[in-house]
């Protein structure tokens, strides 16, 4: 099961861009690649930046203050100074909403 909820139009995700979410105050960074959405935590787990702040390349955002880079689809690390990956949450897209599942 899991806890579903809704917390944008699909529409406001858009290529290139993180955009910001706080459903249940959990600060949520989403991400649109190929038409998928993802999600991740918002904060650098290096710093203080929020992620929905940083420069998105295909997979990966580049976090705005000391550019560690991180792949949305999975909240992995993928260039220093970050050592430890962010949270990524499970996503579905429904009649052109995007819902998370916090549980």
């Known amino acids: 099961m899991g806890q579903w909820i809704e917390v944008a139009a699909e529409a406001d995700v858009l290529e290139g861009v993180g955009f910001a979410v706080e459903p249940e105050g959990h600060e ?11 999600a991740t935590n918002n904060q650098c787990t290096h710093g203080l930046a929020m992620l929905c702040d940083g420069v998105v390349e295909g997979p990966y955002v580049e976090c ?5 880079r991180f ?4 909240g992995a690390c993928v260039g220093g100074p970050v050592t430890e990956p962010v949270k990524s949450w499970p996503v579905k897209v429904e009649a052109g909403r995007v819902w ?4």
């Not at 949520?28 to 993802?38: R, T």
Request: glycine share 8%; aromatic share 12%.
């Open 100 to 103: 998370l599942d916090l549980s």
């Open 28 to 38: 949520i960074a989403l991400f649109s690649v190929d038409g998928e959405v993802f």
């Open 71 to 74: 792949d949305v689809r999975t």
């Open 64 to 68: 705005p203050f000391h550019q560690g």
